[in-house]
């Protein structure tokens, strides 16, 4: 599917339509003048009334009659509402709201969600409130009303989960679905949580910006609620990322251990390790979101310490209205525009210029004759060919050994579906000259990877299609790793590539030489490439 994000919309359209039905159905209906309900606030804030009133019952395992809902609604109504409703009314009311509003009259009424996966349009059917017949005192019979899971999903969703509770309870969905082995309900689940902080994150960022703007517009509570929601949120989050992220490595080298041959893995076995990849990929970016909201929660402290302590430094500052102070007595007396330049002279005035600056005068000093007969030892004379050719000449053994280290890991990755450098350090030492023509360049192409994390091939090769090139002397790494994909995989199978970094891995290579020959070590953190193919998508 083209957009990811489209996927499960028929069960959003389903909690659009719990709230798009129930306020059709109140608009829609005509009898609501007779109970002196006229407007729409009224009638909305009545029959939600009602719904809490039948939750609170369900919830208590009690009964929730007609009669019990005409006591409660006489009860708020002699209180608040002040209608001229007696108990018979205010029960036929409570018999209004519940069998005609929220049952439709026993019709049952959908909602048509559109399913991007299958093209079509797909009917979720919408139910508030369910009845039972319950006996009271004895032989007495009556229908008690309840909510359905729809009704709960409704009336729970109208009261606003602060963001860190409401992450920590998509967390606890998401560990459920992990022990249970719920793979491709546990990649919805993470995906949800990672926009969750997403959210978060660009809550943090407007708060910068309203702070920028007027830190007096943004109050103290407002400052309080993030910073709590963000200790909250960096306390634990990144240690239970990370041990999540551990168990998900541990299950999928579980299930590729299991079967030698990853190509004969079953339908079945094959989407568990295509989720358990998306997974791990997104607990990577949460970790990576988390670390910047860190970073984020420190600015916004500093920011708004720096911005309240130049309100205060402005506040001192004496101020007048150039109306009440100039232009009126200039008005009453226009002799006065003879001093205007006594007056406004000094607002153009500009900080006097230096003429002494110590440091230039505790530099040793040369004599100009001196200075004069060294530049003139400068040979200014080039030759501007043979400069251009030694350039290219630089250029292009630099481009080669980038070449060379794309090329090894590449097709280390292509050839095995993923690859880790810690994999990497028992090889032989010819195979590290490839891995390591330089170590500066070895460097550079494992940063720039690192930085674009997830690599879609054909959006690359778009990207450089539709891209004017430009002559240059710096050389663009992701060119060079098109071409390199190009020719190690010219049918193009590769789709994606997941690159990431295991911070708690090193990878130890021994005896590399530099450029100047000298044998050294080189540490790192251990980076991990992974290849999707298109049958895989």
């Known amino acids: 599917m083209k957009y990811e994000f489209l996927k499960a919309f028929p069960k959003r359209m389903k909690n659009v339509g719990l709230y798009a039905n129930l306020v059709r159905s109140i608009i829609q209906k005509t009898s609501w003048n007779k109970y002196e309900l006229n407007n729409d606030?009224?009638?909305?804030?009545?029959?939600?009334?009602?719904?809490?009133?039948?939750?609170?019952?369900?919830?208590?395992?009690?009964?929730?009659?007609?009669?019990?809902?005409?006591?409660?609604?006489?009860?708020?109504?002699?209180?608040?509402?002040?209608?001229?409703?007696?108990?018979?009314?205010?029960?036929e009311l409570g018999d209004y709201i519940i069998n005609t509003v929220l049952s439709n009259d026993g019709k049952l009424m959908t909602f048509n969600g559109f399913d991007y996966e299958a093209g079509e349009y797909r009917e979720e059917s919408v139910r508030y409130v369910m009845n039972r017949v319950v006996y009271i005192s004895g032989d007495v019979r009556r229908t008690s009303y309840s909510l359905t899971d729809d009704g709960y999903n409704l009336v729970l969703s109208t009261l606003e989960?602060?963001?860190?509770?409401?992450?920590?309870?998509?967390?606890?969905?998401?560990?459920?679905?992990?022990?249970?082995?719920?793979?491709?309900?546990?990649?919805?689940?993470?995906?949800?949580?990672?926009?969750?902080?997403?959210?978060?994150?660009?809550?943090?960022?407007?708060?910068?910006?309203?702070?920028?703007?007027?830190?007096?517009?943004?109050?103290?509570?407002?400052?309080?609620?993030?910073?709590?929601?963000?200790?909250?949120?960096?306390?634990?989050?990144?240690?239970?990322?990370?041990?999540?992220?551990?168990?998900?490595?541990?299950?999928?080298?579980e299930l590729e251990d299991t079967h030698f041959n990853i190509k004969k893995l079953s339908a079945e076995d094959s989407q568990k390790l295509s989720d358990l990849k998306v997974i791990s990929e997104y607990l990577s970016r949460t970790i990576d979101e988390h670390q910047k909201i860190l970073l984020s929660h420190f600015d916004l402290k500093d920011l708004y310490t720096k911005e309240l302590e130049s309100l205060s430094v402005v506040s001192m500052v004496k101020r007048f209205s150039l109306r009440n102070e100039i232009y009126e007595p200039i008005m009453d007396n226009p002799r006065l525009l003879e001093k205007m330049g006594e007056v406004l002279s000094p607002l153009y005035c500009k900080d006097a210029e230096s003429i002494y600056d110590p440091r230039i005068a505790l530099l040793p000093q040369r004599t100009a004759r001196k200075r004069k007969?060294?530049?003139?030892?400068?040979?200014?004379?080039?030759?501007?060919?043979?400069?251009?050719?030694?350039?290219?000449?630089?250029?292009?053994?630099?481009?080669?050994?980038?070449?060379?280290?794309?090329?090894?890991?590449?097709?280390?990755?292509?050839?095995?579906?993923?690859?880790?450098?810690?994999?990497?350090?028992?090889?032989?030492?010819?195979?590290?000259?490839?891995?390591?023509?330089?170590?500066d360049c070895f460097k550079e192409v494992m940063v720039e990877l690192i930085k674009w994390l997830h690599i879609d091939v054909d959006k690359m090769k778009e990207e450089r299609k539709n891209s004017i090139e430009e002559s240059s002397e710096q050389i663009e790494l992701s060119t060079v790793f098109l071409d390199v994909m190009e020719k190690l995989d010219p049918e193009g199978e590769v789709k994606h590539l997941i690159v990431f970094k295991q911070d708690d891995q090193k990878a130890r290579f021994e005896n590399i030489e530099d450029e100047d020959g000298k044998k050294k070590t080189v540490s790192c953190s251990n980076v991990k490439i992974i290849c999707l193919r298109r049958e895989e998508f």
């Open 373 to 439: 007969e060294e530049d003139s030892d400068i040979d200014t004379e080039l030759d501007e060919e043979q400069w251009r050719m030694e350039t290219e000449r630089i250029k292009q053994e630099k481009l080669q050994k980038y070449e060379t280290c794309f090329s090894y890991i590449l097709g280390y990755a292509l050839k095995r579906q993923e690859v880790q450098l810690k994999d990497l350090t028992s090889l032989p030492p010819e195979d590290h000259k490839k891995l390591m023509p330089t170590v």
């Open 161 to 253: 989960v602060e963001s860190n509770l409401r992450i920590t309870i998509q967390e606890l969905i998401f560990k459920l679905h992990l022990e249970k082995q719920s793979y491709d309900r546990a990649a919805q689940d993470i995906k949800e949580l990672f926009n969750q902080i997403r959210i978060h994150l660009k809550k943090i960022d407007n708060a910068m910006v309203s702070i920028r703007r007027n830190a007096l517009n943004f109050s103290v509570a407002q400052y309080e609620e993030i910073v709590h929601e963000n200790m909250d949120m960096i306390s634990d989050t990144k240690i239970k990322f990370e041990n999540y992220r551990d168990l998900v490595e541990q299950r999928r080298k």
């Open 41 to 91: 606030e009224e009638q909305i804030n009545m029959v939600f009334s009602v719904l809490l009133f039948v939750m609170e019952k369900s919830l208590k395992d009690d009964h929730c009659t007609l009669d019990d809902i005409g006591v409660f609604i006489d009860d708020i109504n002699s209180e608040f509402y002040k209608k001229p409703l007696n108990f018979d009314q205010a029960k």
